[in-house]
């Protein structure tokens, strides 16, 4: 099931006199302060790029704004019909906030900016942004913003209704964006990474968005595996034998409940020439439908497990963008799946399982099945050799209650923790550095085996980083590491917001290839 797309491209004509259906400009909010000093009055204040326009309305533009409401606040639209005072039927003022002192504007308002004034504006099918995009070496972040704002806010998944909906618009269909140059090089190198990555974004949003019942591991496997040859990249499939056979303890013990037996899928990309010789490794959980196994979850919201897939989702997205932009390290993608359910053939509580690096884990609670099939793929990861292993995943509610449904936690080697929070900080898919502690660690001490899958006396402390803790047990002692706790930021159950649609929000699909082009420059 795929979403219809976005295209975009670059412009350099004078907005006002651009044959689109509407011209996206920005305002931003003005303090008291800027008031007093500026003696102007109104709150309002136009952004670079809207000259023109605002030259077209006989300098009332700002002034009609204010009349229809406008504060410049984050995030607010407010459409104005042009009534033939410049070539666009209709002027759309996109909130950017306060204006930025000197500095160029933040990249994660632009973004959003760009991406709500493009959702708002579904029904019409070409429209122009002239948002402010800086002269100076912060005019690829700005433009890059830019574009992937907009391609995400035009995301729309396909969905399943039987009759067409009369009352729905659909999404914008092309969308161009003013600059100072449109042959410029470097611009159009930007526009051609953001609609690769944001390809893979809202690809990863359509397979979490995909109901479970036609998602389950074969299928998914199967859509993964047919996408990535196309992309040109090397594909390895395990099936349930294989899975057996290879000692993949951990995949085979959660997908034994099903009917729709477990796969592990392995894509690999090989840069030309070697590249800088480096291996980055991307693990990602793929529960295709997370009942919670024998140890059922309540009803209650169950459905939303239907997302227990989105880090599988971000890392078989990313390795297609990785295929499109042709990174100079080497990376392989790991997809372990398996639909968690309770039968008579599932595993339970007391369940020794052997993984895949020859650790014996004691099951307690078989809702924590996400690590049993990471533990598996992380050490195969490692196993076939790698520097940098970045895992990621819905892995726990403790993810959400520590740090809400915005902000992943990151767990593993500090200095990759470091790199990852400043990819999220860039990209705006915040992630926060959170500790791996020793007394969590003792916690998990078992009776029989090597470690208990959660803290033995069930106790929830930690909740998050006893998953931190557990797959550390799986990665080699070279490799340096970083585990991404996606269980809030992979999904958006809320209304719409900036880019963001309901549902799944392709987090960290963005922030994965930021630290791939972070490993390729800089080691
Ligand atoms: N998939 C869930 C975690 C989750 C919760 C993701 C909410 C997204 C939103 C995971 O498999 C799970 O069930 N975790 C348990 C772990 C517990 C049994 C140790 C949890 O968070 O309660
Ligand atoms: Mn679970
Ligand atoms: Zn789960």
């Not at 790029?49 to 009609?64: N, Q, R, Y």
């Not at 972040?141 to 704002?149: C, I, M, Q, S």
């Not at 998602?215 to 990535?228: D, G, I, K, Y």
């Not at 997908?255 to 729709?260: D, K, L, N």
Request: some cysteine; charged content about 20%.
């Amino acid at each position: 099931m795929t979403s219809p797309r976005t295209t975009l491209s670059l412009v350099d004509t004078d907005p006002a006199e651009l044959a689109v259906d509407a011209i996206v400009i920005g305002v931003h909010s003005q303090s008291g302060e800027q008031a007093a000093t500026s003696g102007l009055a109104g709150t309002l204040l136009l952004s670079s790029g809207a000259e023109s326009i605002a030259a077209a309305f006989d300098g009332k533009l700002t002034e009609t704004l204010a009349l229809l409401g406008a504060t410049g606040g984050p995030g607010e639209v407010i459409k104005l019909a042009t009534l033939g005072t410049v070539t666009a039927p209709l002027v759309v003022a996109v909130g950017l906030g306060a204006e930025p002192t000197g500095a160029a504007p933040n990249p994660e308002i632009l973004r959003r900016a760009a991406g709500a004034a493009v959702r708002a504006l579904a029904g019409a099918p070409r429209v122009a942004l002239a948002l402010p995009l800086p002269d100076d070496a912060d005019a690829a972040a700005a433009l890059r913003a830019v574009a992937e704002g907009a391609l995400l806010g035009g995301y729309r998944f396909a969905g399943y209704k039987t009759r067409p909906q009369p009352t729905r618009r659909e999404p914008v269909a092309e969308v161009l964006v003013s600059v100072p140059d449109a042959s410029d090089a470097t611009a159009q190198a930007e526009v051609a990474r953001a609609q690769a990555v944001a390809g893979a974004v809202r690809l990863s949003r359509d397979w979490v968005n995909t109901a479970p019942n036609e998602l389950r591991p074969p299928a998914f496997a199967e859509v993964v595996a047919a996408a990535a040859r196309e992309a040109g990249l090397t594909v390895e499939v395990l099936d349930e034998a294989e899975l057996k056979a290879g000692g993949y303890g951990g995949i085979t013990a959660v997908g034994q409940g099903s009917e729709a037996p477990p796969r592990l899928v392995k894509l690999t990309y090989t840069p030309e020439g070697g590249g800088t010789g480096k291996r980055v490794a991307l693990v990602g959980k793929g529960i295709t439908f997370d009942t919670g196994g024998i140890s059922i979850k309540p009803a209650q919201g169950m459905w939303e497990m239907k997302s227990d897939m989105a880090g599988a989702a971000a890392v078989g997205a990313a390795m297609l963008a990785v295929a499109a932009l042709k990174p100079s390290v080497a990376v392989s993608g790991y997809l372990p799946m398996a639909e968690n359910m309770p039968s008579g053939t599932s595993y339970r509580p007391g369940d020794v399982v052997t993984m895949f690096n020859g650790k014996r884990v004691e099951v307690l609670n078989t809702d924590a099945e996400g690590r049993m099939i990471l533990g598996d793929a992380i050490a195969r990861a490692c196993a076939d050799g790698c520097d940098y292993l970045f895992e990621t995943s819905t892995l726990t509610g403790g993810q959400v209650i520590s740090l809400g449904k915005r902000i992943a936690g990151v767990m593993g080697t500090p200095e990759l923790c470091e790199r990852v929070r400043a990819a999220g900080d860039a990209t705006g898919e915040p992630a926060w550095p959170m500790p791996l502690p020793d007394d969590v660690r003792k916690g998990m001490d078992s009776d029989v085996a090597d470690i208990s899958q959660v803290n033995a006396g069930m106790d929830r402390a930690g909740h998050m980083l006893q998953g931190g803790v557990f797959l550390r047990e799986f990665v080699a002692d070279d490799v340096a590491w970083a585990h991404i706790d996606i269980a809030g930021p992979g999904y958006h159950s809320g209304e719409p917001t900036g880019y963001w649609t309901k549902g799944g929000t392709g987090v960290p699909v963005r922030t994965l290839l930021h630290l791939i082009d972070d490993v390729a420059a800089n080691g």
